[in-house]
C-alpha cells in the first residue's frame, strides 16, 4: 500500500512562487517584484541580484546544481541549457554563485534554433531574458534537479526568436486596449487584465515495449501503416470508461509531479479512443498557463517512460479512430477577479458582457484566417474537418440563450429578454431537481462559448498554446481599440455603446453557427457565407503575411513585418521537414522490414503448395489463391514505393522558395503515401501474425 498524499503540501513545493518570495525577500524587493507582476510595470534591475541569490540559496537547499534559462523557441518545444552555479575562488575551490546579471540575461548561439532567416548562422548571438511574471521552478528527473528560469528569447536585433516574446507582448495590448473600455463603461481603477486560459490535454499511452518496435512512432510520433483491428471505438466503452491499474498508476505519478510544479492538474478520465486519456488542469494567466502545459506535456512523456508506457501527443497517432486535440478555454479577467466574459444570469441587461462579446464574434470574423493558421501543424491536417475535430472552418457557437439576445439586437435593435434554463425532469422522486444550464453544450463548434469562456477546440495536442493566444489576444485587442476609438469621441457614451453593439453583431453574424460543424452541409454553408476554409497547413499559412495580417500586428506591437515573414517561413519548412521524415521512414520500413517479411511467408506458401502436392498428389488452392493474392499486393506496395521514393528525389533537389518546396510535399508527397500504406495494410491482414514484423494497432491499442 501506497502512503496517503497529502496535497496541500506538496502542491508548489518546487516552485519559487509568490509565498517563497513573500517569505524569503527582503520586503522592499518583494514589494518592487509583486508590482511588476501584477500591473506589468518595467522590471527594476536593481533588484535582481537579491532575487537572484535568493533564488539561488532556496534552489540549493532543494538540492539543485544548475540552473538553465529555459525558453520556448520556434520549434514549439521548450529549450534548455544547463550551467553549474559555482565559481572559482582561486584555491581550487568553489563557491556556488549566482548573480542578477546571470538572472535577468543569457546569450547563447541561436542559429542553431529555427529563425526563418532572421538570424544567419554567421551572426548568431541571441539572448534569453527573464520572465519574472511566470515563477521559477525546480525541475526533478531521477538524478538531476535543475532550477528553471523562465525566460524570453531574442535575436541580437531584438526579433523575437520564440513563442513567449509575442505572447507577452499580445497580453501587453490586450490588457491596454480592455482597461481602455473597460473605463467607458466608468471602470477607471482596473489596474490590469489578462486572458486566462485553460488548456485541456488528450494523449494517448501504449506499452512502452511494444513502442520500440515501431520505428514509424519512434521516428514520426505517428503510425505510418496498421489494418483497423476488428474493434475500434464503435461502442463508446472508453469514453469515461473505468481507468486501468496501469493508467491509475500513470496517473497518480503525473499528478504528483505536477502538483510539486504548482500546476493545478483538476480533471482526468479516458478519451473516446481506446487508449486515449486527457488531462486538464485550472485555468491561469495566459503565459503561466502556455509554460505549464509545456511542463505537462514533458512530464507525461517522462513519466510514461519511467512507468513502461509511452506518450504520444501526435495529433493522429492512429488511422481510423480518434485523434488528439487541445481544447484553449480562454477568458478576459481584470485583476480584482471580475470575468469580463461572465453573462450573469439577465445578459440581455449585461451591456458591458454584450459589448466585449460584440468585439469578439468581430475580431473572429475578420481574422478566421489567422486562428486558423494559428492551430496548423502537419499533424492537425489529418483532423480537422475529419468528422471527429471540427473542420478547418472558423465559427462561432453561442448557444440558444445568447443567439437569441443576438437575434433580438439584430431584428429590433433591443434586447429585452434572456431565455432561461428549466427545471430537469427525470421522473424520478428520489432524484434531486436542479435549473439546467441556459444552454446545451455543442461539442462540434470550433471556438464555442461555455458558459463564462470561449472554447477554441481546433488546436492540436502537440502543439504549444502560445501562438492561438497569440492571436486571440490581438485580434480582440484590436477591434477593441477601434470600438474605443469611436465611443471615446461620442457625446454620449451609452447611446454610443449600444449603438456599436447592435452594428457589430449585425455585421458580423455571419460567423455564428449553432448547428452541426461536422456535416457537409454546413461546408457547403459557410462557403456561401464567404466564411474562410483553408484546408491544410499548406493553404492556411500565407495568413500571417497578408497585408491585413501585417498592419493588424504591427499596430499592436506583436510581430513586426519580418518577424512575421520568419514565422511564414519556419512553417513551410516544418511542414517540408516533417513530411519529408515521415516519408523516407516509410520508405525504410516497407524496404526493410515489411517486404523482407512478405517475403518470407511467400515462400513458406510456396513451400507449402509444394509439399501438398508431394505429399497427397492434389493442389492447395487456399494457399495458392492466398499466394496470388499476397503477390498482387507486394507488386503494388512496390510500385506505390519507387513512386514515393521518386517524389523524395524530386522534392529534395527542388530550387525554388520554401512555399514552392511545402507544396511540392502536400500535393505530391504527402499523397504518395497514402498509396503505399494501402497495399501494406492489406498485406498486414493477409500474413501470418508471427512474420509481421512490428506489432498491430490491436496489440497498441488493446494490449496496454
Ligand atoms: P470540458 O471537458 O467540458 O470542455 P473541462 O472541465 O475538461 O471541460 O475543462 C475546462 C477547462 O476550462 C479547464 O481547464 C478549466 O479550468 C477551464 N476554465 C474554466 N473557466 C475558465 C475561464 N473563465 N477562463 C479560462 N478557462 C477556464
Ligand atoms: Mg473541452
Known amino acids: 500500500m501506497k502512503g496517503k498524499i497529502n496535497i496541500s503540501e506538496i502542491f508548489g513545493e518546487n516552485v519559487f512562487n509568490d509565498s517563497v518570495m513573500r517569505a524569503r525577500l527582503p520586503k522592499a524587493v518583494y514589494k518592487e517584484l509583486r508590482r511588476t507582476i501584477e500591473t506589468g510595470s518595467e522590471l527594476n ?61 543569457g546569450e547563447s548561439d541561436a542559429s542553431s534554433f529555427p529563425s526563418g532567416g532572421l538570424r544567419a548562422i554567421f551572426e548568431a548571438r541571441g539572448y534569453t531574458t527573464w520572465d519574472c511574471t511566470s515563477p521559477a521552478f525546480i525541475k526533478e528527473t531521477d538524478n538531476a534537479r535543475i532550477l ?49 486560459v485553460g488548456a485541456e490535454q488528450e494523449y ?48 497518480e505519478q503525473l499528478n504528483i509531479e505536477l502538483w510539486k510544479l ?81 453573462p450573469g444570469i439577465t445578459p440581455h441587461e449585461n451591456e458591458q458582457f454584450l459589448f466585449f462579446l460584440a468585439v469578439i464574434i468581430k475580431a473572429v470574423d475578420l481574422h478566421g484566417d489567422l486562428l486558423r493558421v494559428s492551430t496548423a501543424t502537419p499533424g492537425n491536417d489529418h483532423r480537422l474537418g475529419a468528422s471527429e475535430a471540427p473542420p478547418a472552418i472558423i465559427s462561432i457557437y453561442l448557444g440558444e440563450q445568447l443567439e437569441d439576445v443576438i437575434k433580438q439586437l439584430d431584428t429590433t435593435g433591443e434586447a429585452t429578454t434572456s431565455k432561461q434554463g428549466d427545471v430537469l425532469m427525470t421522473g424520478v ?32 495536442s502537440s502543439q504549444s498554446t502560445a501562438d492561438p493566444n497569440i492571436v486571440l489576444n490581438t485580434i480582440v485587442a484590436d477591434v477593441l481599440a477601434e470600438a474605443a476609438d469611436e465611443i471615446e469621441k461620442a457625446d454620449n457614451k451609452a447611446i454610443a455603446i449600444h449603438d456599436y453593439i447592435r452594428r457589430t453583431v449585425s455585421e458580423h453574424k455571419r460567423v455564428i453557427f449553432n448547428g452541426n460543424g ?21 493553404d492556411s499559412i500565407h495568413a500571417l503575411i497578408t497585408e491585413k495580417s501585417i498592419a493588424l500586428f504591427e499596430r499592436h506591437k506583436v510581430y513586426t513585418k519580418a518577424e512575421l515573414e520568419a514565422r511564414h517561413e519556419i512553417l513551410f519548412e516544418e511542414y517540408v521537414k516533417k513530411i519529408n521524415i515521415e516519408a523516407i521512414a516509410m520508405l525504410n520500413i516497407v524496404r526493410k522490414q515489411i517486404i523482407p517479411a512478405v517475403m518470407k511467408y511467400q515462400e513458406s506458401l510456396a513451400k507449402s503448395i509444394l509439399a501438398v ?40 533537389s527542388m530550387e525554388g522558395t520554401m512555399e514552392e518546396k511545402a507544396k511540392f510535399y502536400y500535393h505530391s508527397i504527402f499523397r504518395s503515401m497514402s498509396d503505399v500504406r494501402r497495399p501494406a495494410d492489406r498485406l498486414e491482414m493477409l500474413v501470418d501474425k508471427t512474420y509481421w514484423p512490428f506489432p498491430s494497432y490491436g496489440d497498441l491499442l488493446f494490449e496496454v
Open 429 to 460: 422522486n428520489t432524484l434531486p431537481e436542479f435549473l439546467k444550464d441556459a444552454t446545451d453544450r455543442n461539442r462540434t463548434s470550433p471556438f464555442a462559448f461555455t458558459g463564462n469562456k470561449f472554447e477554441f477546440r481546433m488546436l492540436g
Open 204 to 251: 494517448f499511452l501504449i506499452d512502452k515495449e511494444k513502442y520500440l518496435k515501431r520505428k514509424d512512432i519512434i521516428y514520426t510520433g505517428r503510425t505510418l501503416f496498421g489494418a483497423m483491428p476488428p474493434k475500434g471505438q464503435e461502442l463508446d466503452d472508453h469514453y469515461y470508461g473505468s481507468i486501468k491499474d496501469r493508467i491509475a498508476d500513470f496517473m
Open 613 to 652: 502436392r508431394e505429399a497427397i498428389g492434389e493442389e492447395a488452392p487456399v494457399q495458392s489463391e492466398l499466394l496470388r493474392s499476397i503477390n498482387e499486393n507486394l507488386k503494388e506496395l512496390y510500385a506505390a514505393v519507387g513512386q514515393l521514393d521518386a517524389n523524395c528525389v524530386e522534392g529534395n
Open 518 to 538: 461536422y456535416t457537409d452541409e454546413w461546408v457547403a454553408e459557410a462557403e456561401k457565407r464567404g466564411l474562410p476554409h483553408l484546408k491544410s497547413m499548406v
Open 148 to 196: 528553471c528560469i523562465p525566460t524570453a528569447f531574442c535575436s541580437y536585433t531584438g526579433e523575437a526568436l520564440d513563442k513567449k516574446t509575442p505572447l507577452l507582448r499580445s497580453m501587453q495590448a490586450l490588457d491596454k486596449q480592455a482597461r481602455r473600455c473597460l473605463a467607458l463603461f466608468g471602470k477607471t481603477d482596473v489596474k490590469k487584465v489578462t486572458a486566462s
Open 45 to 105: 534591475s536593481e533588484i535582481a541580484d537579491v532575487v537572484a541569490n535568493e533564488m539561488k540559496e532556496w534552489a540549493i537547499e532543494k538540492g539543485a546544481t544548475h540552473y538553465t534559462h529555459w525558453f520556448q523557441p520556434m520549434t514549439g518545444i521548450t529549450a534548455e541549457k544547463h550551467d553549474a552555479f559555482i565559481s572559482p575562488i582561486g584555491d581550487g575551490k568553489v563557491l556556488m554563485e549566482f548573480s542578477g546579471k546571470e538572472l535577468i540575461k
Open 262 to 342: 504548482g500546476i493545478t492538474a483538476k480533471t482526468q478520465h479516458n478519451e473516446v479512443a481506446p487508449a486515449q486519456h486527457e488531462l486538464a488542469p485550472i485555468y491561469e494567466e495566459g503565459n503561466i498557463a502556455t509554460d505549464h502545459n509545456q511542463l505537462i506535456m514533458e512530464t507525461m512523456k517522462r513519466i510514461a517512460d519511467s512507468k513502461g508506457l509511452h506518450c504520444m501527443l501526435h495529433e493522429k497517432p492512429f488511422a481510423g479512430i480518434n485523434g488528439s486535440g487541445k481544447h484553449n478555454n480562454w477568458s478576459i479577467v481584470t485583476n480584482d477577479g471580475h470575468n469580463l466574459l461572465e
